[in-house]
């Protein structure tokens, strides 16, 4: 009997203490591209005119991102707007809950214009764009290369067709299932290409980040850590103050409490540099804290297509870093163009690496085509960025839910009291009997579009 009891003792805790798994593929692209950017940053410090000379590089991963704009910005678009219109079948829940991820959305847009502003990012480094024909007797390797790479597809253009084929598509009714069905297998094509194209960033980013540092010299080191700084602060008080005040005032709960509750959520988002890693645990973790499974169900997958705070903030900053960088600053009609662009064009490409690079060129692609070679020092920090984007993604999405269901009364709010007063703990046990993803198939709803994150 004592050791039966000590077998399902052992059997107990294998089942409540995970199995440590080694580092995902994803980890070592990561430390590649860190390592790339510190011996990018070495070797133009100390050999500035052999670093220049590895611009062509940088340059050529740019192209290859570029190439992938139009497939990236038409099949998100198509399924965005199909989305859209399931989401407001649903009722007055998923109704609400569109309006305010594109209030928030918006309004994280203008925050990031706003510091973008103040800080004025890259400002003084004035680089120019690579220029082939200059050497072309000594540079038709180059040239030879950067020919093989297709030209890319113009972005307004395609942005208007997706738009008109996602409402014919959606106008079809039942007829359109099939389409709708086709271009989400076309989108998980175009991200699983977009993926293996990531796996070049390292080399990407060591050209360009040597070359920039090989023509400005520390400038460019310093402007880069006043972007990543600027971002995690803007970041923690979109948050803190932002976030935190609305969920205060609509529900009173404090912001603190829910952070500490999603707690080991924000460890596996921090170590995966996605949120969509803890989405199963998120749908488990909000309706153990008492919003009704429907509203659950509706809220958090749509949220992961359509709220991206954290994403918003990072593409307007961004983009202002690169104009300053390159000596040609967007005027305000200009931002707000670019606004409006990055609102419709942002939705429905959370969670893929890559596909914020891709939205942030598409955006300058439309609005300053000439900005495009600044994207190349975007590559070196974007990942140090990416953590802060999903945090921010993901604490977005769980207020939103807590939010939604307090205005629609679908929130018990005894039990949330409870909940993160540590009274009733989320048993873990839950998530592992079904993989994972068992509370995600009970809500009956499938994440919109939902096709990214299983790539």
């Known amino acids: 009997m004592a050791s039966q009891r000590g077998e399902s003792a052992a059997q107990d805790?294998?089942?409540?203490?995970?199995?440590?798994?080694?580092?995902?593929?994803?980890?070592?692209?990561?430390?590649?591209?860190?390592?790339?950017?510190?011996?990018?940053?070495?070797?133009?410090?100390?050999?500035?005119?052999?670093?220049?000379?590895?611009?062509?590089?940088?340059?050529?991963?740019?192209?290859?991102?570029?190439m992938m704009i139009g497939p990236v910005i038409f099949c998100t678009i198509v399924l965005g707007i199909g989305s859209i219109a399931k989401a407001a079948t649903v009722g007055k829940v998923g109704g609400l809950a569109l309006i305010y991820f594109m209030v928030m959305s918006t309004f994280a847009l203008a925050i990031?214009?706003?510091?973008?502003?103040?800080?004025?990012?890259?400002?003084?480094?004035?680089?120019?764009?690579?220029?082939?024909?200059?050497?072309?007797?000594?540079?038709?390797?180059?040239?030879?290369?950067?020919?093989?790479?297709?030209?890319?597809?113009?972005?307004l253009p395609t942005l208007?067709?997706?738009?008109?084929?996602?409402?014919?598509?959606?106008?079809?009714?039942?007829?359109?299932?099939?389409?709708?069905?086709?271009?989400?297998?076309?989108?998980?094509?175009v991200f699983r290409i977009l993926i293996m194209i990531m796996w070049l960033a390292p080399l990407g980013a060591f050209g360009a980040i040597a070359a920039v540092v090989g023509a400005t010299g520390v400038q460019a080191i310093f402007s880069m850590f006043t972007l990543m700084a600027a971002f995690y602060i803007t970041c923690a008080l979109f948050i803190v103050v932002i976030l935190g005040g609305l969920l205060k005032v609509v529900t009173g709960v404090n912001i603190f409490k829910l952070m500490k509750y999603l707690a080991r959520e924000y460890l596996l988002i921090f170590s995966t540099s996605s949120s969509e890693a803890a989405l199963p645990r998120l749908i488990a973790k909000m309706e153990h804290l008492g919003v009704s499974k429907p509203v659950v169900g509706v809220t958090v997958p749509t949220g992961y297509s359509f709220n991206l705070d954290g994403t918003a903030i990072y593409l307007t900053m961004a983009a202002l870093f690169v104009a300053n960088a390159m000596g040609t600053p967007l005027d305000l009609g200009e931002q707000v163009s670019l606004l409006v662009f990055m609102i419709i064009a942002s939705k429905g490409a959370a969670g893929v690496t890559g596909a914020g690079l891709a939205t942030l060129a598409?955006?300058?692609?439309?609005?300053?085509?000439?900005?495009?070679?600044?994207?190349?020092?975007?590559?070196?920090?974007?990942?140090?960025?990416?953590?802060a984007r999903a945090l921010t993604n993901f604490t977005g999405n769980a207020v939103a839910t807590v939010l939604i269901g307090t205005w629609v009364k679908e929130i018990d709010g005894e039990r949330v009291d409870r909940v993160l007063a540590g009274a009733e703990p989320f048993d873990e046990v839950t998530m592992l009997a079904g993989h994972g993803h068992g509370p995600a198939q009970e809500t009956g709803s499938t994440p919109t579009p939902a096709a990214p994150a299983t790539v």
């Open 112 to 155: 990031g214009l706003v510091v973008g502003n103040l800080i004025h990012p890259g400002e003084g480094l004035n680089l120019a764009p690579y220029d082939p024909n200059k050497k072309a007797a000594a540079d038709s390797t180059v040239d030879f290369l950067m020919s093989i790479i297709p030209g890319d597809i113009p972005v």
């Open 362 to 387: 598409a955006g300058l692609q439309a609005h300053a085509p000439q900005l495009l070679g600044g994207v190349g020092m975007i590559v070196g920090i974007d990942r140090f960025m990416s953590e």
């Open 160 to 189: 208007f067709a997706a738009i008109l084929v996602g409402f014919a598509v959606q106008k079809m009714g039942p007829q359109g299932a099939p389409i709708l069905k086709t271009v989400g297998y076309a989108q998980a094509l």
């Open 13 to 66: 805790d294998t089942l409540t203490k995970p199995r440590r798994k080694g580092l995902d593929k994803s980890h070592y692209l990561y430390m590649a591209v860190i390592v790339a950017v510190i011996a990018g940053a070495v070797v133009g410090l100390l050999f500035p005119e052999f670093a220049k000379s590895l611009k062509p590089v940088g340059d050529g991963f740019v192209k290859l991102i570029k």
